[in-house]
C-alpha cells in the first residue's frame, strides 16, 4: 500500500527560503495559481453550477486586494478567498521573520495602532444590544471590548478597547476588526498584546464570540461549567468514578504521540477494569494518523474497514515530492516509495492515482472493558481526529456526543508550495478521498454526532450521566 501521509507531520519541519516583497495581487495570484493548478478540490466544487459564483467571488476579491494597503488586509482579502473551498486544509500563513523574543518594531505598530473614541453615553446603550455590537469580556479577564458599527473596505465592525489591564493597550484602540462573511460567521483580524496581527474566522453564537473567547458582559459564561481551548491540556486522564473514567486529548499532532501512548499503558489496569470510559477530543484540530493508534485497542469490537485516497497528478505536486526526500530529517526508509510516487505523477499528470489503498484492520482480541465510551467532539475537530471518528464510529462500544465536527478530511496529506514572496507560505492538500465516490463526504457538514450536547451543558457530567444510567 502506498502511503505518505507522514509528510503532513514533516511539513512544519522543512524550511524554504523566500526572496523579495509581493505587493498583494502578486501574492494573491500566487495562491490562486496554486489553487486552480495543484488542488484536488478545485474541479470538484469549482463546476458548472459553480462557476459563476466563482468568478463573481475571483473579481471582488481582487478588487479588495488592489486596495490592500496594509499586509494585514491584503492577507485578509486572500483567506477570505479560500473560504470559497470549504476546506481547512488550505493553508495561508503569515511569515514571521522576527526572533523569538525580537520586540523591534512594537513601539511603531502601537503610535499606529487606530484610535476610535466611544462616548459613555454610547458604550452604556451597548451594554444593551443584541446583536454582535455589544461589550464583551475577554475570558483571560485582559481585556474589556466595545463592537461597534464601523465599515471600511475591509471590515463591517470594529472592537474599541473599553478597559485593559496591561498597559499595551489602552481605551480606545482597536483590538480587532470584523467582517461578515455568512451566516454566523466572522473574518477577524485580531491585533495581539504586542499589537502584531493575526486573521482567523470565528462564530458569533448569540452572546459570545469565538467559543466562549469573548462573553458579553452581564451574561453568563459557559466556559465555567465546560471545556474551553485555554482549559485543556494535551493529555491528561482521571477516574469520575467507580464506573467511569475519562481521557482528554487535546492535539493527534506528532509532538503528543508519545504523552498519549504513556498516559494509555500507565492507565491500563483501571481501564481494563471500568465499565465506561469517556474520550474529550474537544477542540483537537488533528495531527498525524499514528498519534492515536494506541486508542484503537480499547475501542475495538470488530474489523475497521478504511477508504483510501488518490494523489492528484501535477507537475507542481510531484516536484514538492522530490523537494522533500533532500529535506534534512527525512526518513531513508520512505525516500524510495516516495520517489517512486513521484515518478507515477508525471506519467499521469491531470488524472487522480493510487495513493493509498482501501483496507481493513483485524486485531487478535477484543477487550472486555470498558464496555462503553463515549467521544466528545466540537466544531474544531477536523482532519486526522475526523479520521479517528470515522474508525471509531464502527465500534459497537462508541457514542459520539458533542457538536458535528468541522469537515476537512475529504482532501488530505498536505505539502507546501513554494513562493518567493517573503510575506506568505500557503500549503494545500495533494490526496482526494475516495469516500466522495461514494456519497460519503464529509467537508460540508462535519461528522455530526449521535447525540447533540448543548453549549451550555456540562458535556462531561452529560456522558457521565448518559454512560452510567
Known amino acids: 500500500m502506498k502511503h505518505i501521509s507522514f509528510l503532513s507531520a514533516l511539513l512544519l519541519a522543512f524550511t524554504i527560503a523566500r526572496g523579495q516583497a509581493c505587493d498583494c495581487k502578486t501574492q494573491f495570484e500566487f ?12 474541479r470538484d466544487k469549482v463546476n458548472p453550477q459553480t462557476a459563476s459564483a ?17 499586509q494585514q488586509y491584503c492577507y485578509q482579502a486572500i483567506k477570505e478567498w ?22 523591534t518594531g512594537q513601539a511603531e505598530r502601537i503610535r499606529n495602532t487606530e484610535i476610535i473614541d466611544i462616548p459613555e453615553r454610547q458604550i452604556e446603550a451597548l451594554k444593551k444590544s ?22 471600511t473596505d475591509f471590515r463591517d465592525y470594529a472592537a474599541v478597547i473599553v478597559e485593559s489591564r496591561t498597559p499595551l493597550w489602552t481605551k480606545g484602540q482597536v483590538k480587532m476588526e470584523l467582517r461578515h462573511y455568512k451566516d454566523s460567521f466572522y473574518t477577524n483580524l485580531t491585533y495581539m498584546r504586542d499589537h502584531n496581527w493575526q486573521v482567523q474566522g470565528v462564530v458569533f453564537e448569540g452572546d459570545e464570540l469565538n ?45 503528543n504521540a508519545i504523552s498519549i501512548d504513556s498516559v494509555l499503558r500507565a492507565d491500563s489496569a483501571i481501564l481494563s477494569k471500568t465499565p465506561n470510559l469517556i474520550i474529550d477530543l474537544r477542540y483537537n484540530s488533528g495531527g498525524t494518523d499514528y498519534a492515536y493508534r494506541p486508542l ?14 488518490d494523489v492528484y497528478a501535477t507537475s507542481d505536486n510531484a516536484d514538492v515530492l522530490l523537494k522533500y526526500l533532500n529535506e534534512p530529517g527525512f526518513p531513508e526508509e520512505a525516500k ?17 492515482i493510487l495513493h493509498s489503498s482501501d483496507d481493513t484492520i483485524a486485531l487478535n482480541k477484543h ?42 478530511l475529504d482532501y488530505s496529506n498536505v505539502i507546501e508550495a513554494t513562493s518567493s514572496c517573503k510575506e506568505i507560505s500557503f500549503s494545500y492538500p495533494s490526496t482526494r478521498s475516495r469516500r466522495l465516490k461514494l456519497g460519503q463526504g464529509i467537508d460540508l457538514t462535519g461528522i455530526r454526532p449521535a447525540i447533540v450536547l448543548a453549549h451550555d451543558k456540562d458535556w462531561v457530567k452529560e456522558a457521565q450521566a448518559w454512560l452510567e444510567k
Open 130 to 151: 443584541k446583536g454582535i455590537e455589544g461589550i464583551y469580556r475577554h475570558n483571560d479577564s485582559v481585556y474589556t471590548i466595545a463592537i461597534i458599527k464601523s465599515p
Open 31 to 42: 495562491v490562486k495559481r496554486q489553487v486552480e493548478t495543484n488542488y484536488p478540490g478545485f
Open 367 to 408: 477487550l472486555p472493558y470498558p464496555q462503553k465510551v463515549v467521544i466528545l467532539v466540537n466544531g474544531i475537530c477536523a482532519g486526522s481526529t475526523e479520521e479517528f471518528l470515522l474508525e471509531a464510529m464502527q465500534s459497537k462500544k462508541v457514542t459520539i456526543m458533542g457538536q458535528r465536527t468541522a469537515g476537512t
Open 211 to 255: 467559543d466562549h473567547e469573548w462573553q458579553r458582559l452581564g451574561t453568563v459564561d459557559p466556559a465555567n461549567s465546560n471545556a474551553t481551548y485555554n482549559s485543556l491540556k494535551p493529555v491528561a486522564s482521571r477516574q469520575l468514578s467507580d464506573k467511569t473514567f475519562y481521557i482528554q486529548i487535546g492535539s493527534f499532532q506528532s509532538w
Open 296 to 309: 484503537r485497542p480499547w475501542l475495538y469490537t470488530n474489523p475497521i474497514y478504511n477508504i483510501g485516497n
Open 336 to 352: 524510495a516509495a516516495v520517489a517512486e510516487e513521484a515518478e507515477e505523477i508525471k506519467k499521469n499528470l491531470g488524472s487522480f
Open 54 to 70: 466563482y468568478t463573481t467571488f475571483y473579481s471582488k476579491t481582487l478588487e479588495k486586494v488592489k486596495k490592500a494597503s496594509k
Open 82 to 103: 479560500l473560504y470559497f473551498f470549504n476546506d481547512g486544509h488550505l493553508q495561508l500563513n503569515k511569515v514571521d521573520t522576527r526572533a523569538p523574543k525580537d520586540t
